[in-house]
């Protein structure tokens, strides 16, 4: 399981945006405005703290003004450099069932019987909603949906989900053997 101290990578930073060193960000949250309420954001190691004095949407981005960073060439040269904040500076989710997805990333997956699947290593979206993918101790990691339907349980407290999956989901078809 995730500890409260980890560090949380919360956006991207883009492309640079005009020639007064504004930065076009990624946010990967609901509330891409949110970015500004967590204070200093950091790279992954913290070695580079990064100050928004200014924040505004525009499309499926947000345009952004980040102290010390006052010219074009400043701008472009942070282009692809993701932004952290710690994980105890986030809220806690406002609904029973939303999670951060590094909440759930280590979390032990078993099936309705207990029996261990694996672990949760990614919760990827390829664009029809969240995937668990789980890695078993040994064989091919393999994705479930992430709904009620295939996780019918989910406790961070004790560090595991429960994953109902249907018959036959896991094995494979002659064509996958051929």
Do not use: C, W
Not at 51 to 61: N, Y
Not at 64 to 93: H, M
Not at 120 to 147: M, Q, W
Request: hydrophobic share 40%; no cysteine.
């Amino acid at each position: 399981m995730s500890e409260k101290s980890a560090r949380i990578a919360i956006a991207r930073i883009g492309a640079a945006h005009g020639i007064r060193g504004e930065v076009r960000i990624k946010p990967y949250g609901d509330d891409p405005l949110a970015l500004a309420d967590y204070g200093p954001l950091s790279t992954k190691d913290g070695s580079k703290s990064f100050e928004i004095i200014s924040l505004r949407p525009q499309k499926s981005v947000v345009i952004a003004r980040l102290k010390g960073v006052n010219d074009r060439n400043a701008a472009e040269a942070l282009n692809g450099v993701e932004l952290f904040v710690a994980r105890d500076a986030l809220p806690e989710p406002e609904e029973e069932d939303e999670f951060y997805h590094s909440d759930l990333i280590g979390l032990a997956a078993v099936d309705t019987d207990g029996v261990d699947l694996g672990t949760i290593v990614t919760v990827p979206n390829f664009g029809a909603g969240d995937l668990l993918e789980i890695a078993p101790k040994g064989g091919r990691s393999f994705y479930v949906p992430f709904t009620r339907e295939f996780v019918p349980e989910v406790d961070i407290a004790e560090g595991r989900v429960v994953v109902a999956l249907p018959e036959g989901y896991l094995s494979e078809s002659d064509e996958d053997k051929a």
